[in-house]
T-cell receptor, first 110, second 117 residues
Framework: GDSVTQMEGPVTLSEEAFLTINCTYTATGYPSLFWYVQYPGEGLQLLLKATKADDKGSNKGFEATYRKETTSFHLEKGSVQVSDSAVYFCALQGAQKLVFGQGTRLTINP | GAGVSQSPSNKVTEKGKDVELRCDPISGHTALYWYRQRLGQGLEFLIYFQGNSAPDKSGLPSDRFSAERTGESVSTLTIQRTQQEDSAVYLC???????????????FGPGTRLTVL
């Protein structure tokens, strides 16, 4: 069945560092891909999405490119801020349901 | 309302008791989803409603779990004879779009944290 694998956390970086959180997937067909973010004490929010191969999703300085050849959707940000501290989930849209990775906890130190 | 709401926000119960968790989706959203998030883990799909029918119940972990939905509004997730392994955050999401579309953004509620003692 469909599955998503994320790099294990926790990840701790200093402010202004470069961020990459790896995500790979297994799916039949061509699913839509998502990154969701869960800030401390808040609900899950959509961060960005890509619906077809080579699409690049972007939001709040974060980017991820849908790579069909490597079945990947890695999340990147050039310069992280303390406010980016959260848990990040990679997900794919299966048959009417989202399939999530296990989440990566990111902590940014000032 | 402005977003998906869930109640209660926290529920502590004793092993063996039944619990009901409620979800109010965004008005007009036809599809509704329940997920479970165990501590330190990703979200597990439980069940999906299109209107008041449930085409996919494949994620319900056992027959102690059931859910229903009234029309295109509120849904209730019921867990009977709760066990300690049921402790988790239960998340509800809704989407305005119907079946068969490529992209369905799901809007999540804040969740219900269930603790079974």
């Amino acid at each position: 069945g469909d599955s998503v694998t994320q790099m294990e956390g926790p990840v701790t970086l200093s402010e202004e560092a470069f961020l990459t959180i790896n995500c790979t997937y297994t799916a039949t067909g061509y699913p839509s891909l998502f990154w969701y973010v869960q800030y401390p004490g808040e609900g899950l929010q959509l961060l960005l999405k890509a619906t077809k191969a080579d699409d690049k999703g972007s939001n709040k300085g974060f980017e991820a490119t849908y790579r069909k050849e490597t079945t990947s959707f890695h999340l990147e940000k050039g310069s992280v801020q303390v406010s980016d501290s959260a848990v990040y989930f990679c997900a794919l849209q299966g048959a009417q349901k989202l399939v999530f990775g296990q989440g990566t906890r990111l902590t940014i130190n000032p | 309302g402005a977003g998906v709401s869930q109640s209660p926000s926290n529920k502590v119960t004793e092993k063996g008791k039944d619990v009901e968790l409620r979800c109010d989706p965004i008005s007009g959203h036809t599809a509704l989803y329940w997920y479970r998030q165990r501590l330190g883990q990703g979200l597990e799909f439980l069940i999906y409603f299109q209107g008041n029918s449930a085409p996919d119940k494949s994620g319900l972990p056992s027959d102690r779990f059931s859910a229903e939905r009234t029309g295109e509004s509120v849904s209730t997730l019921t867990i009977q004879r709760t066990q300690q392994e049921d402790s988790a955050v239960y998340l509800c999401a809704s989407t305005p779009l119907g079946v068969g579309l490529i992209y369905n953004e799901q809007f999540f509620g804040p969740g219900t944290r269930l603790t079974v003692l």
